[in-house]
């Protein structure tokens, strides 16, 4: 029994969970959550999907989220999608510095993007693809990384979208748009936050602004202590002096 308690009293399944960052932590739960209450015939997929008319038009408003939590009813296929939507978001916020603020901007331009392109290719659940777009990220981000293809194929990590992108056309049969849109919206994004700033003195345009960050991290030691010391100097400056008869 001991030994399936992990350190501080933990099952390892804990562990695993209470040890992700906290953005993919609550992605992950909310993904499994999503399946449970279809399963539990709770809600349906159709109130889940993007759809602009159903958004902008009748106020349902939930489906932006949504739609990027459902990936299907409980199944194999379900249980590989949250284990590769967890893997690939946590090593990406990892590297990141489990900054919340940087990884969650991430998040939200990805999912702006999707948004906007999904009336283009007509996909209603956006999940997918969102979890692409990390992938290919990571996947850039670490060259030199080597990673095995259901044990068969060995290559490296720059290579993996590519070969999701042929495993799929060959298990389905069909063009995978979904990760293609992934692949365009993640380059993007590696391109002005990785590429961009050497070649133009740092400049980093898709950078959390201040405000963001301060809503994840607070306000930055600098500034905090900036406004002590300019605090200090106002409150100096207006203790009287003593008087000169």
Known sequence: MDQMIGDGGR????????????????????TVLTSGLVQCQLVTPFQL?????????????????TTFLYFGPFSIDLLFQVYFLQ??????????????????????????????????????????PLSSTLVYIWSRRNPDTRLSFLGLLVFTAPYLPWVLMA???TLHG????????????????????????????????????????????GRPREETADGINN???????????PEVR
Request: one cysteine or more; glycine letters at 6%; hydrophobic letters at 45%.
């Open 11 to 30: 099952f390892p399944l804990e562990t695993w969970f209470w040890e992700m960052p906290i953005c993919t932590r609550w992605w992950t739960t909310a």
């Open 49 to 65: 999907f993007y759809s602009y008319r159903a958004v902008f038009q009748k106020s349902q408003y939930w489906r932006l989220l």
């Open 87 to 128: 893997r690939y978001s946590r090593l990406l916020e990892e590297s990141s510095g489990r900054s919340p603020a940087h990884f969650s901007w991430l998040l939200l331009y990805a999912m702006v993007c999707l948004i906007l392109l999904s009336p283009l290719v007509s996909m209603p659940f956006l999940g997918h």
């Open 167 to 169: 495993f799929s056309l």
């Open 174 to 217: 069909t063009i995978p748009k979904d990760e293609m849109m992934g692949v365009v919206i993640g380059h993007v994004w590696y391109f002005f936050t990785d590429v961009y700033p050497p070649l133009h003195g740092g400049s980093r345009p898709f950078d959390p602004p201040m405000w963001w960050r301060r809503l994840f991290e």
């Open 231 to 241: 605090e200090i100097a106002v409150a100096g400056a207006e203790v009287p002096g």
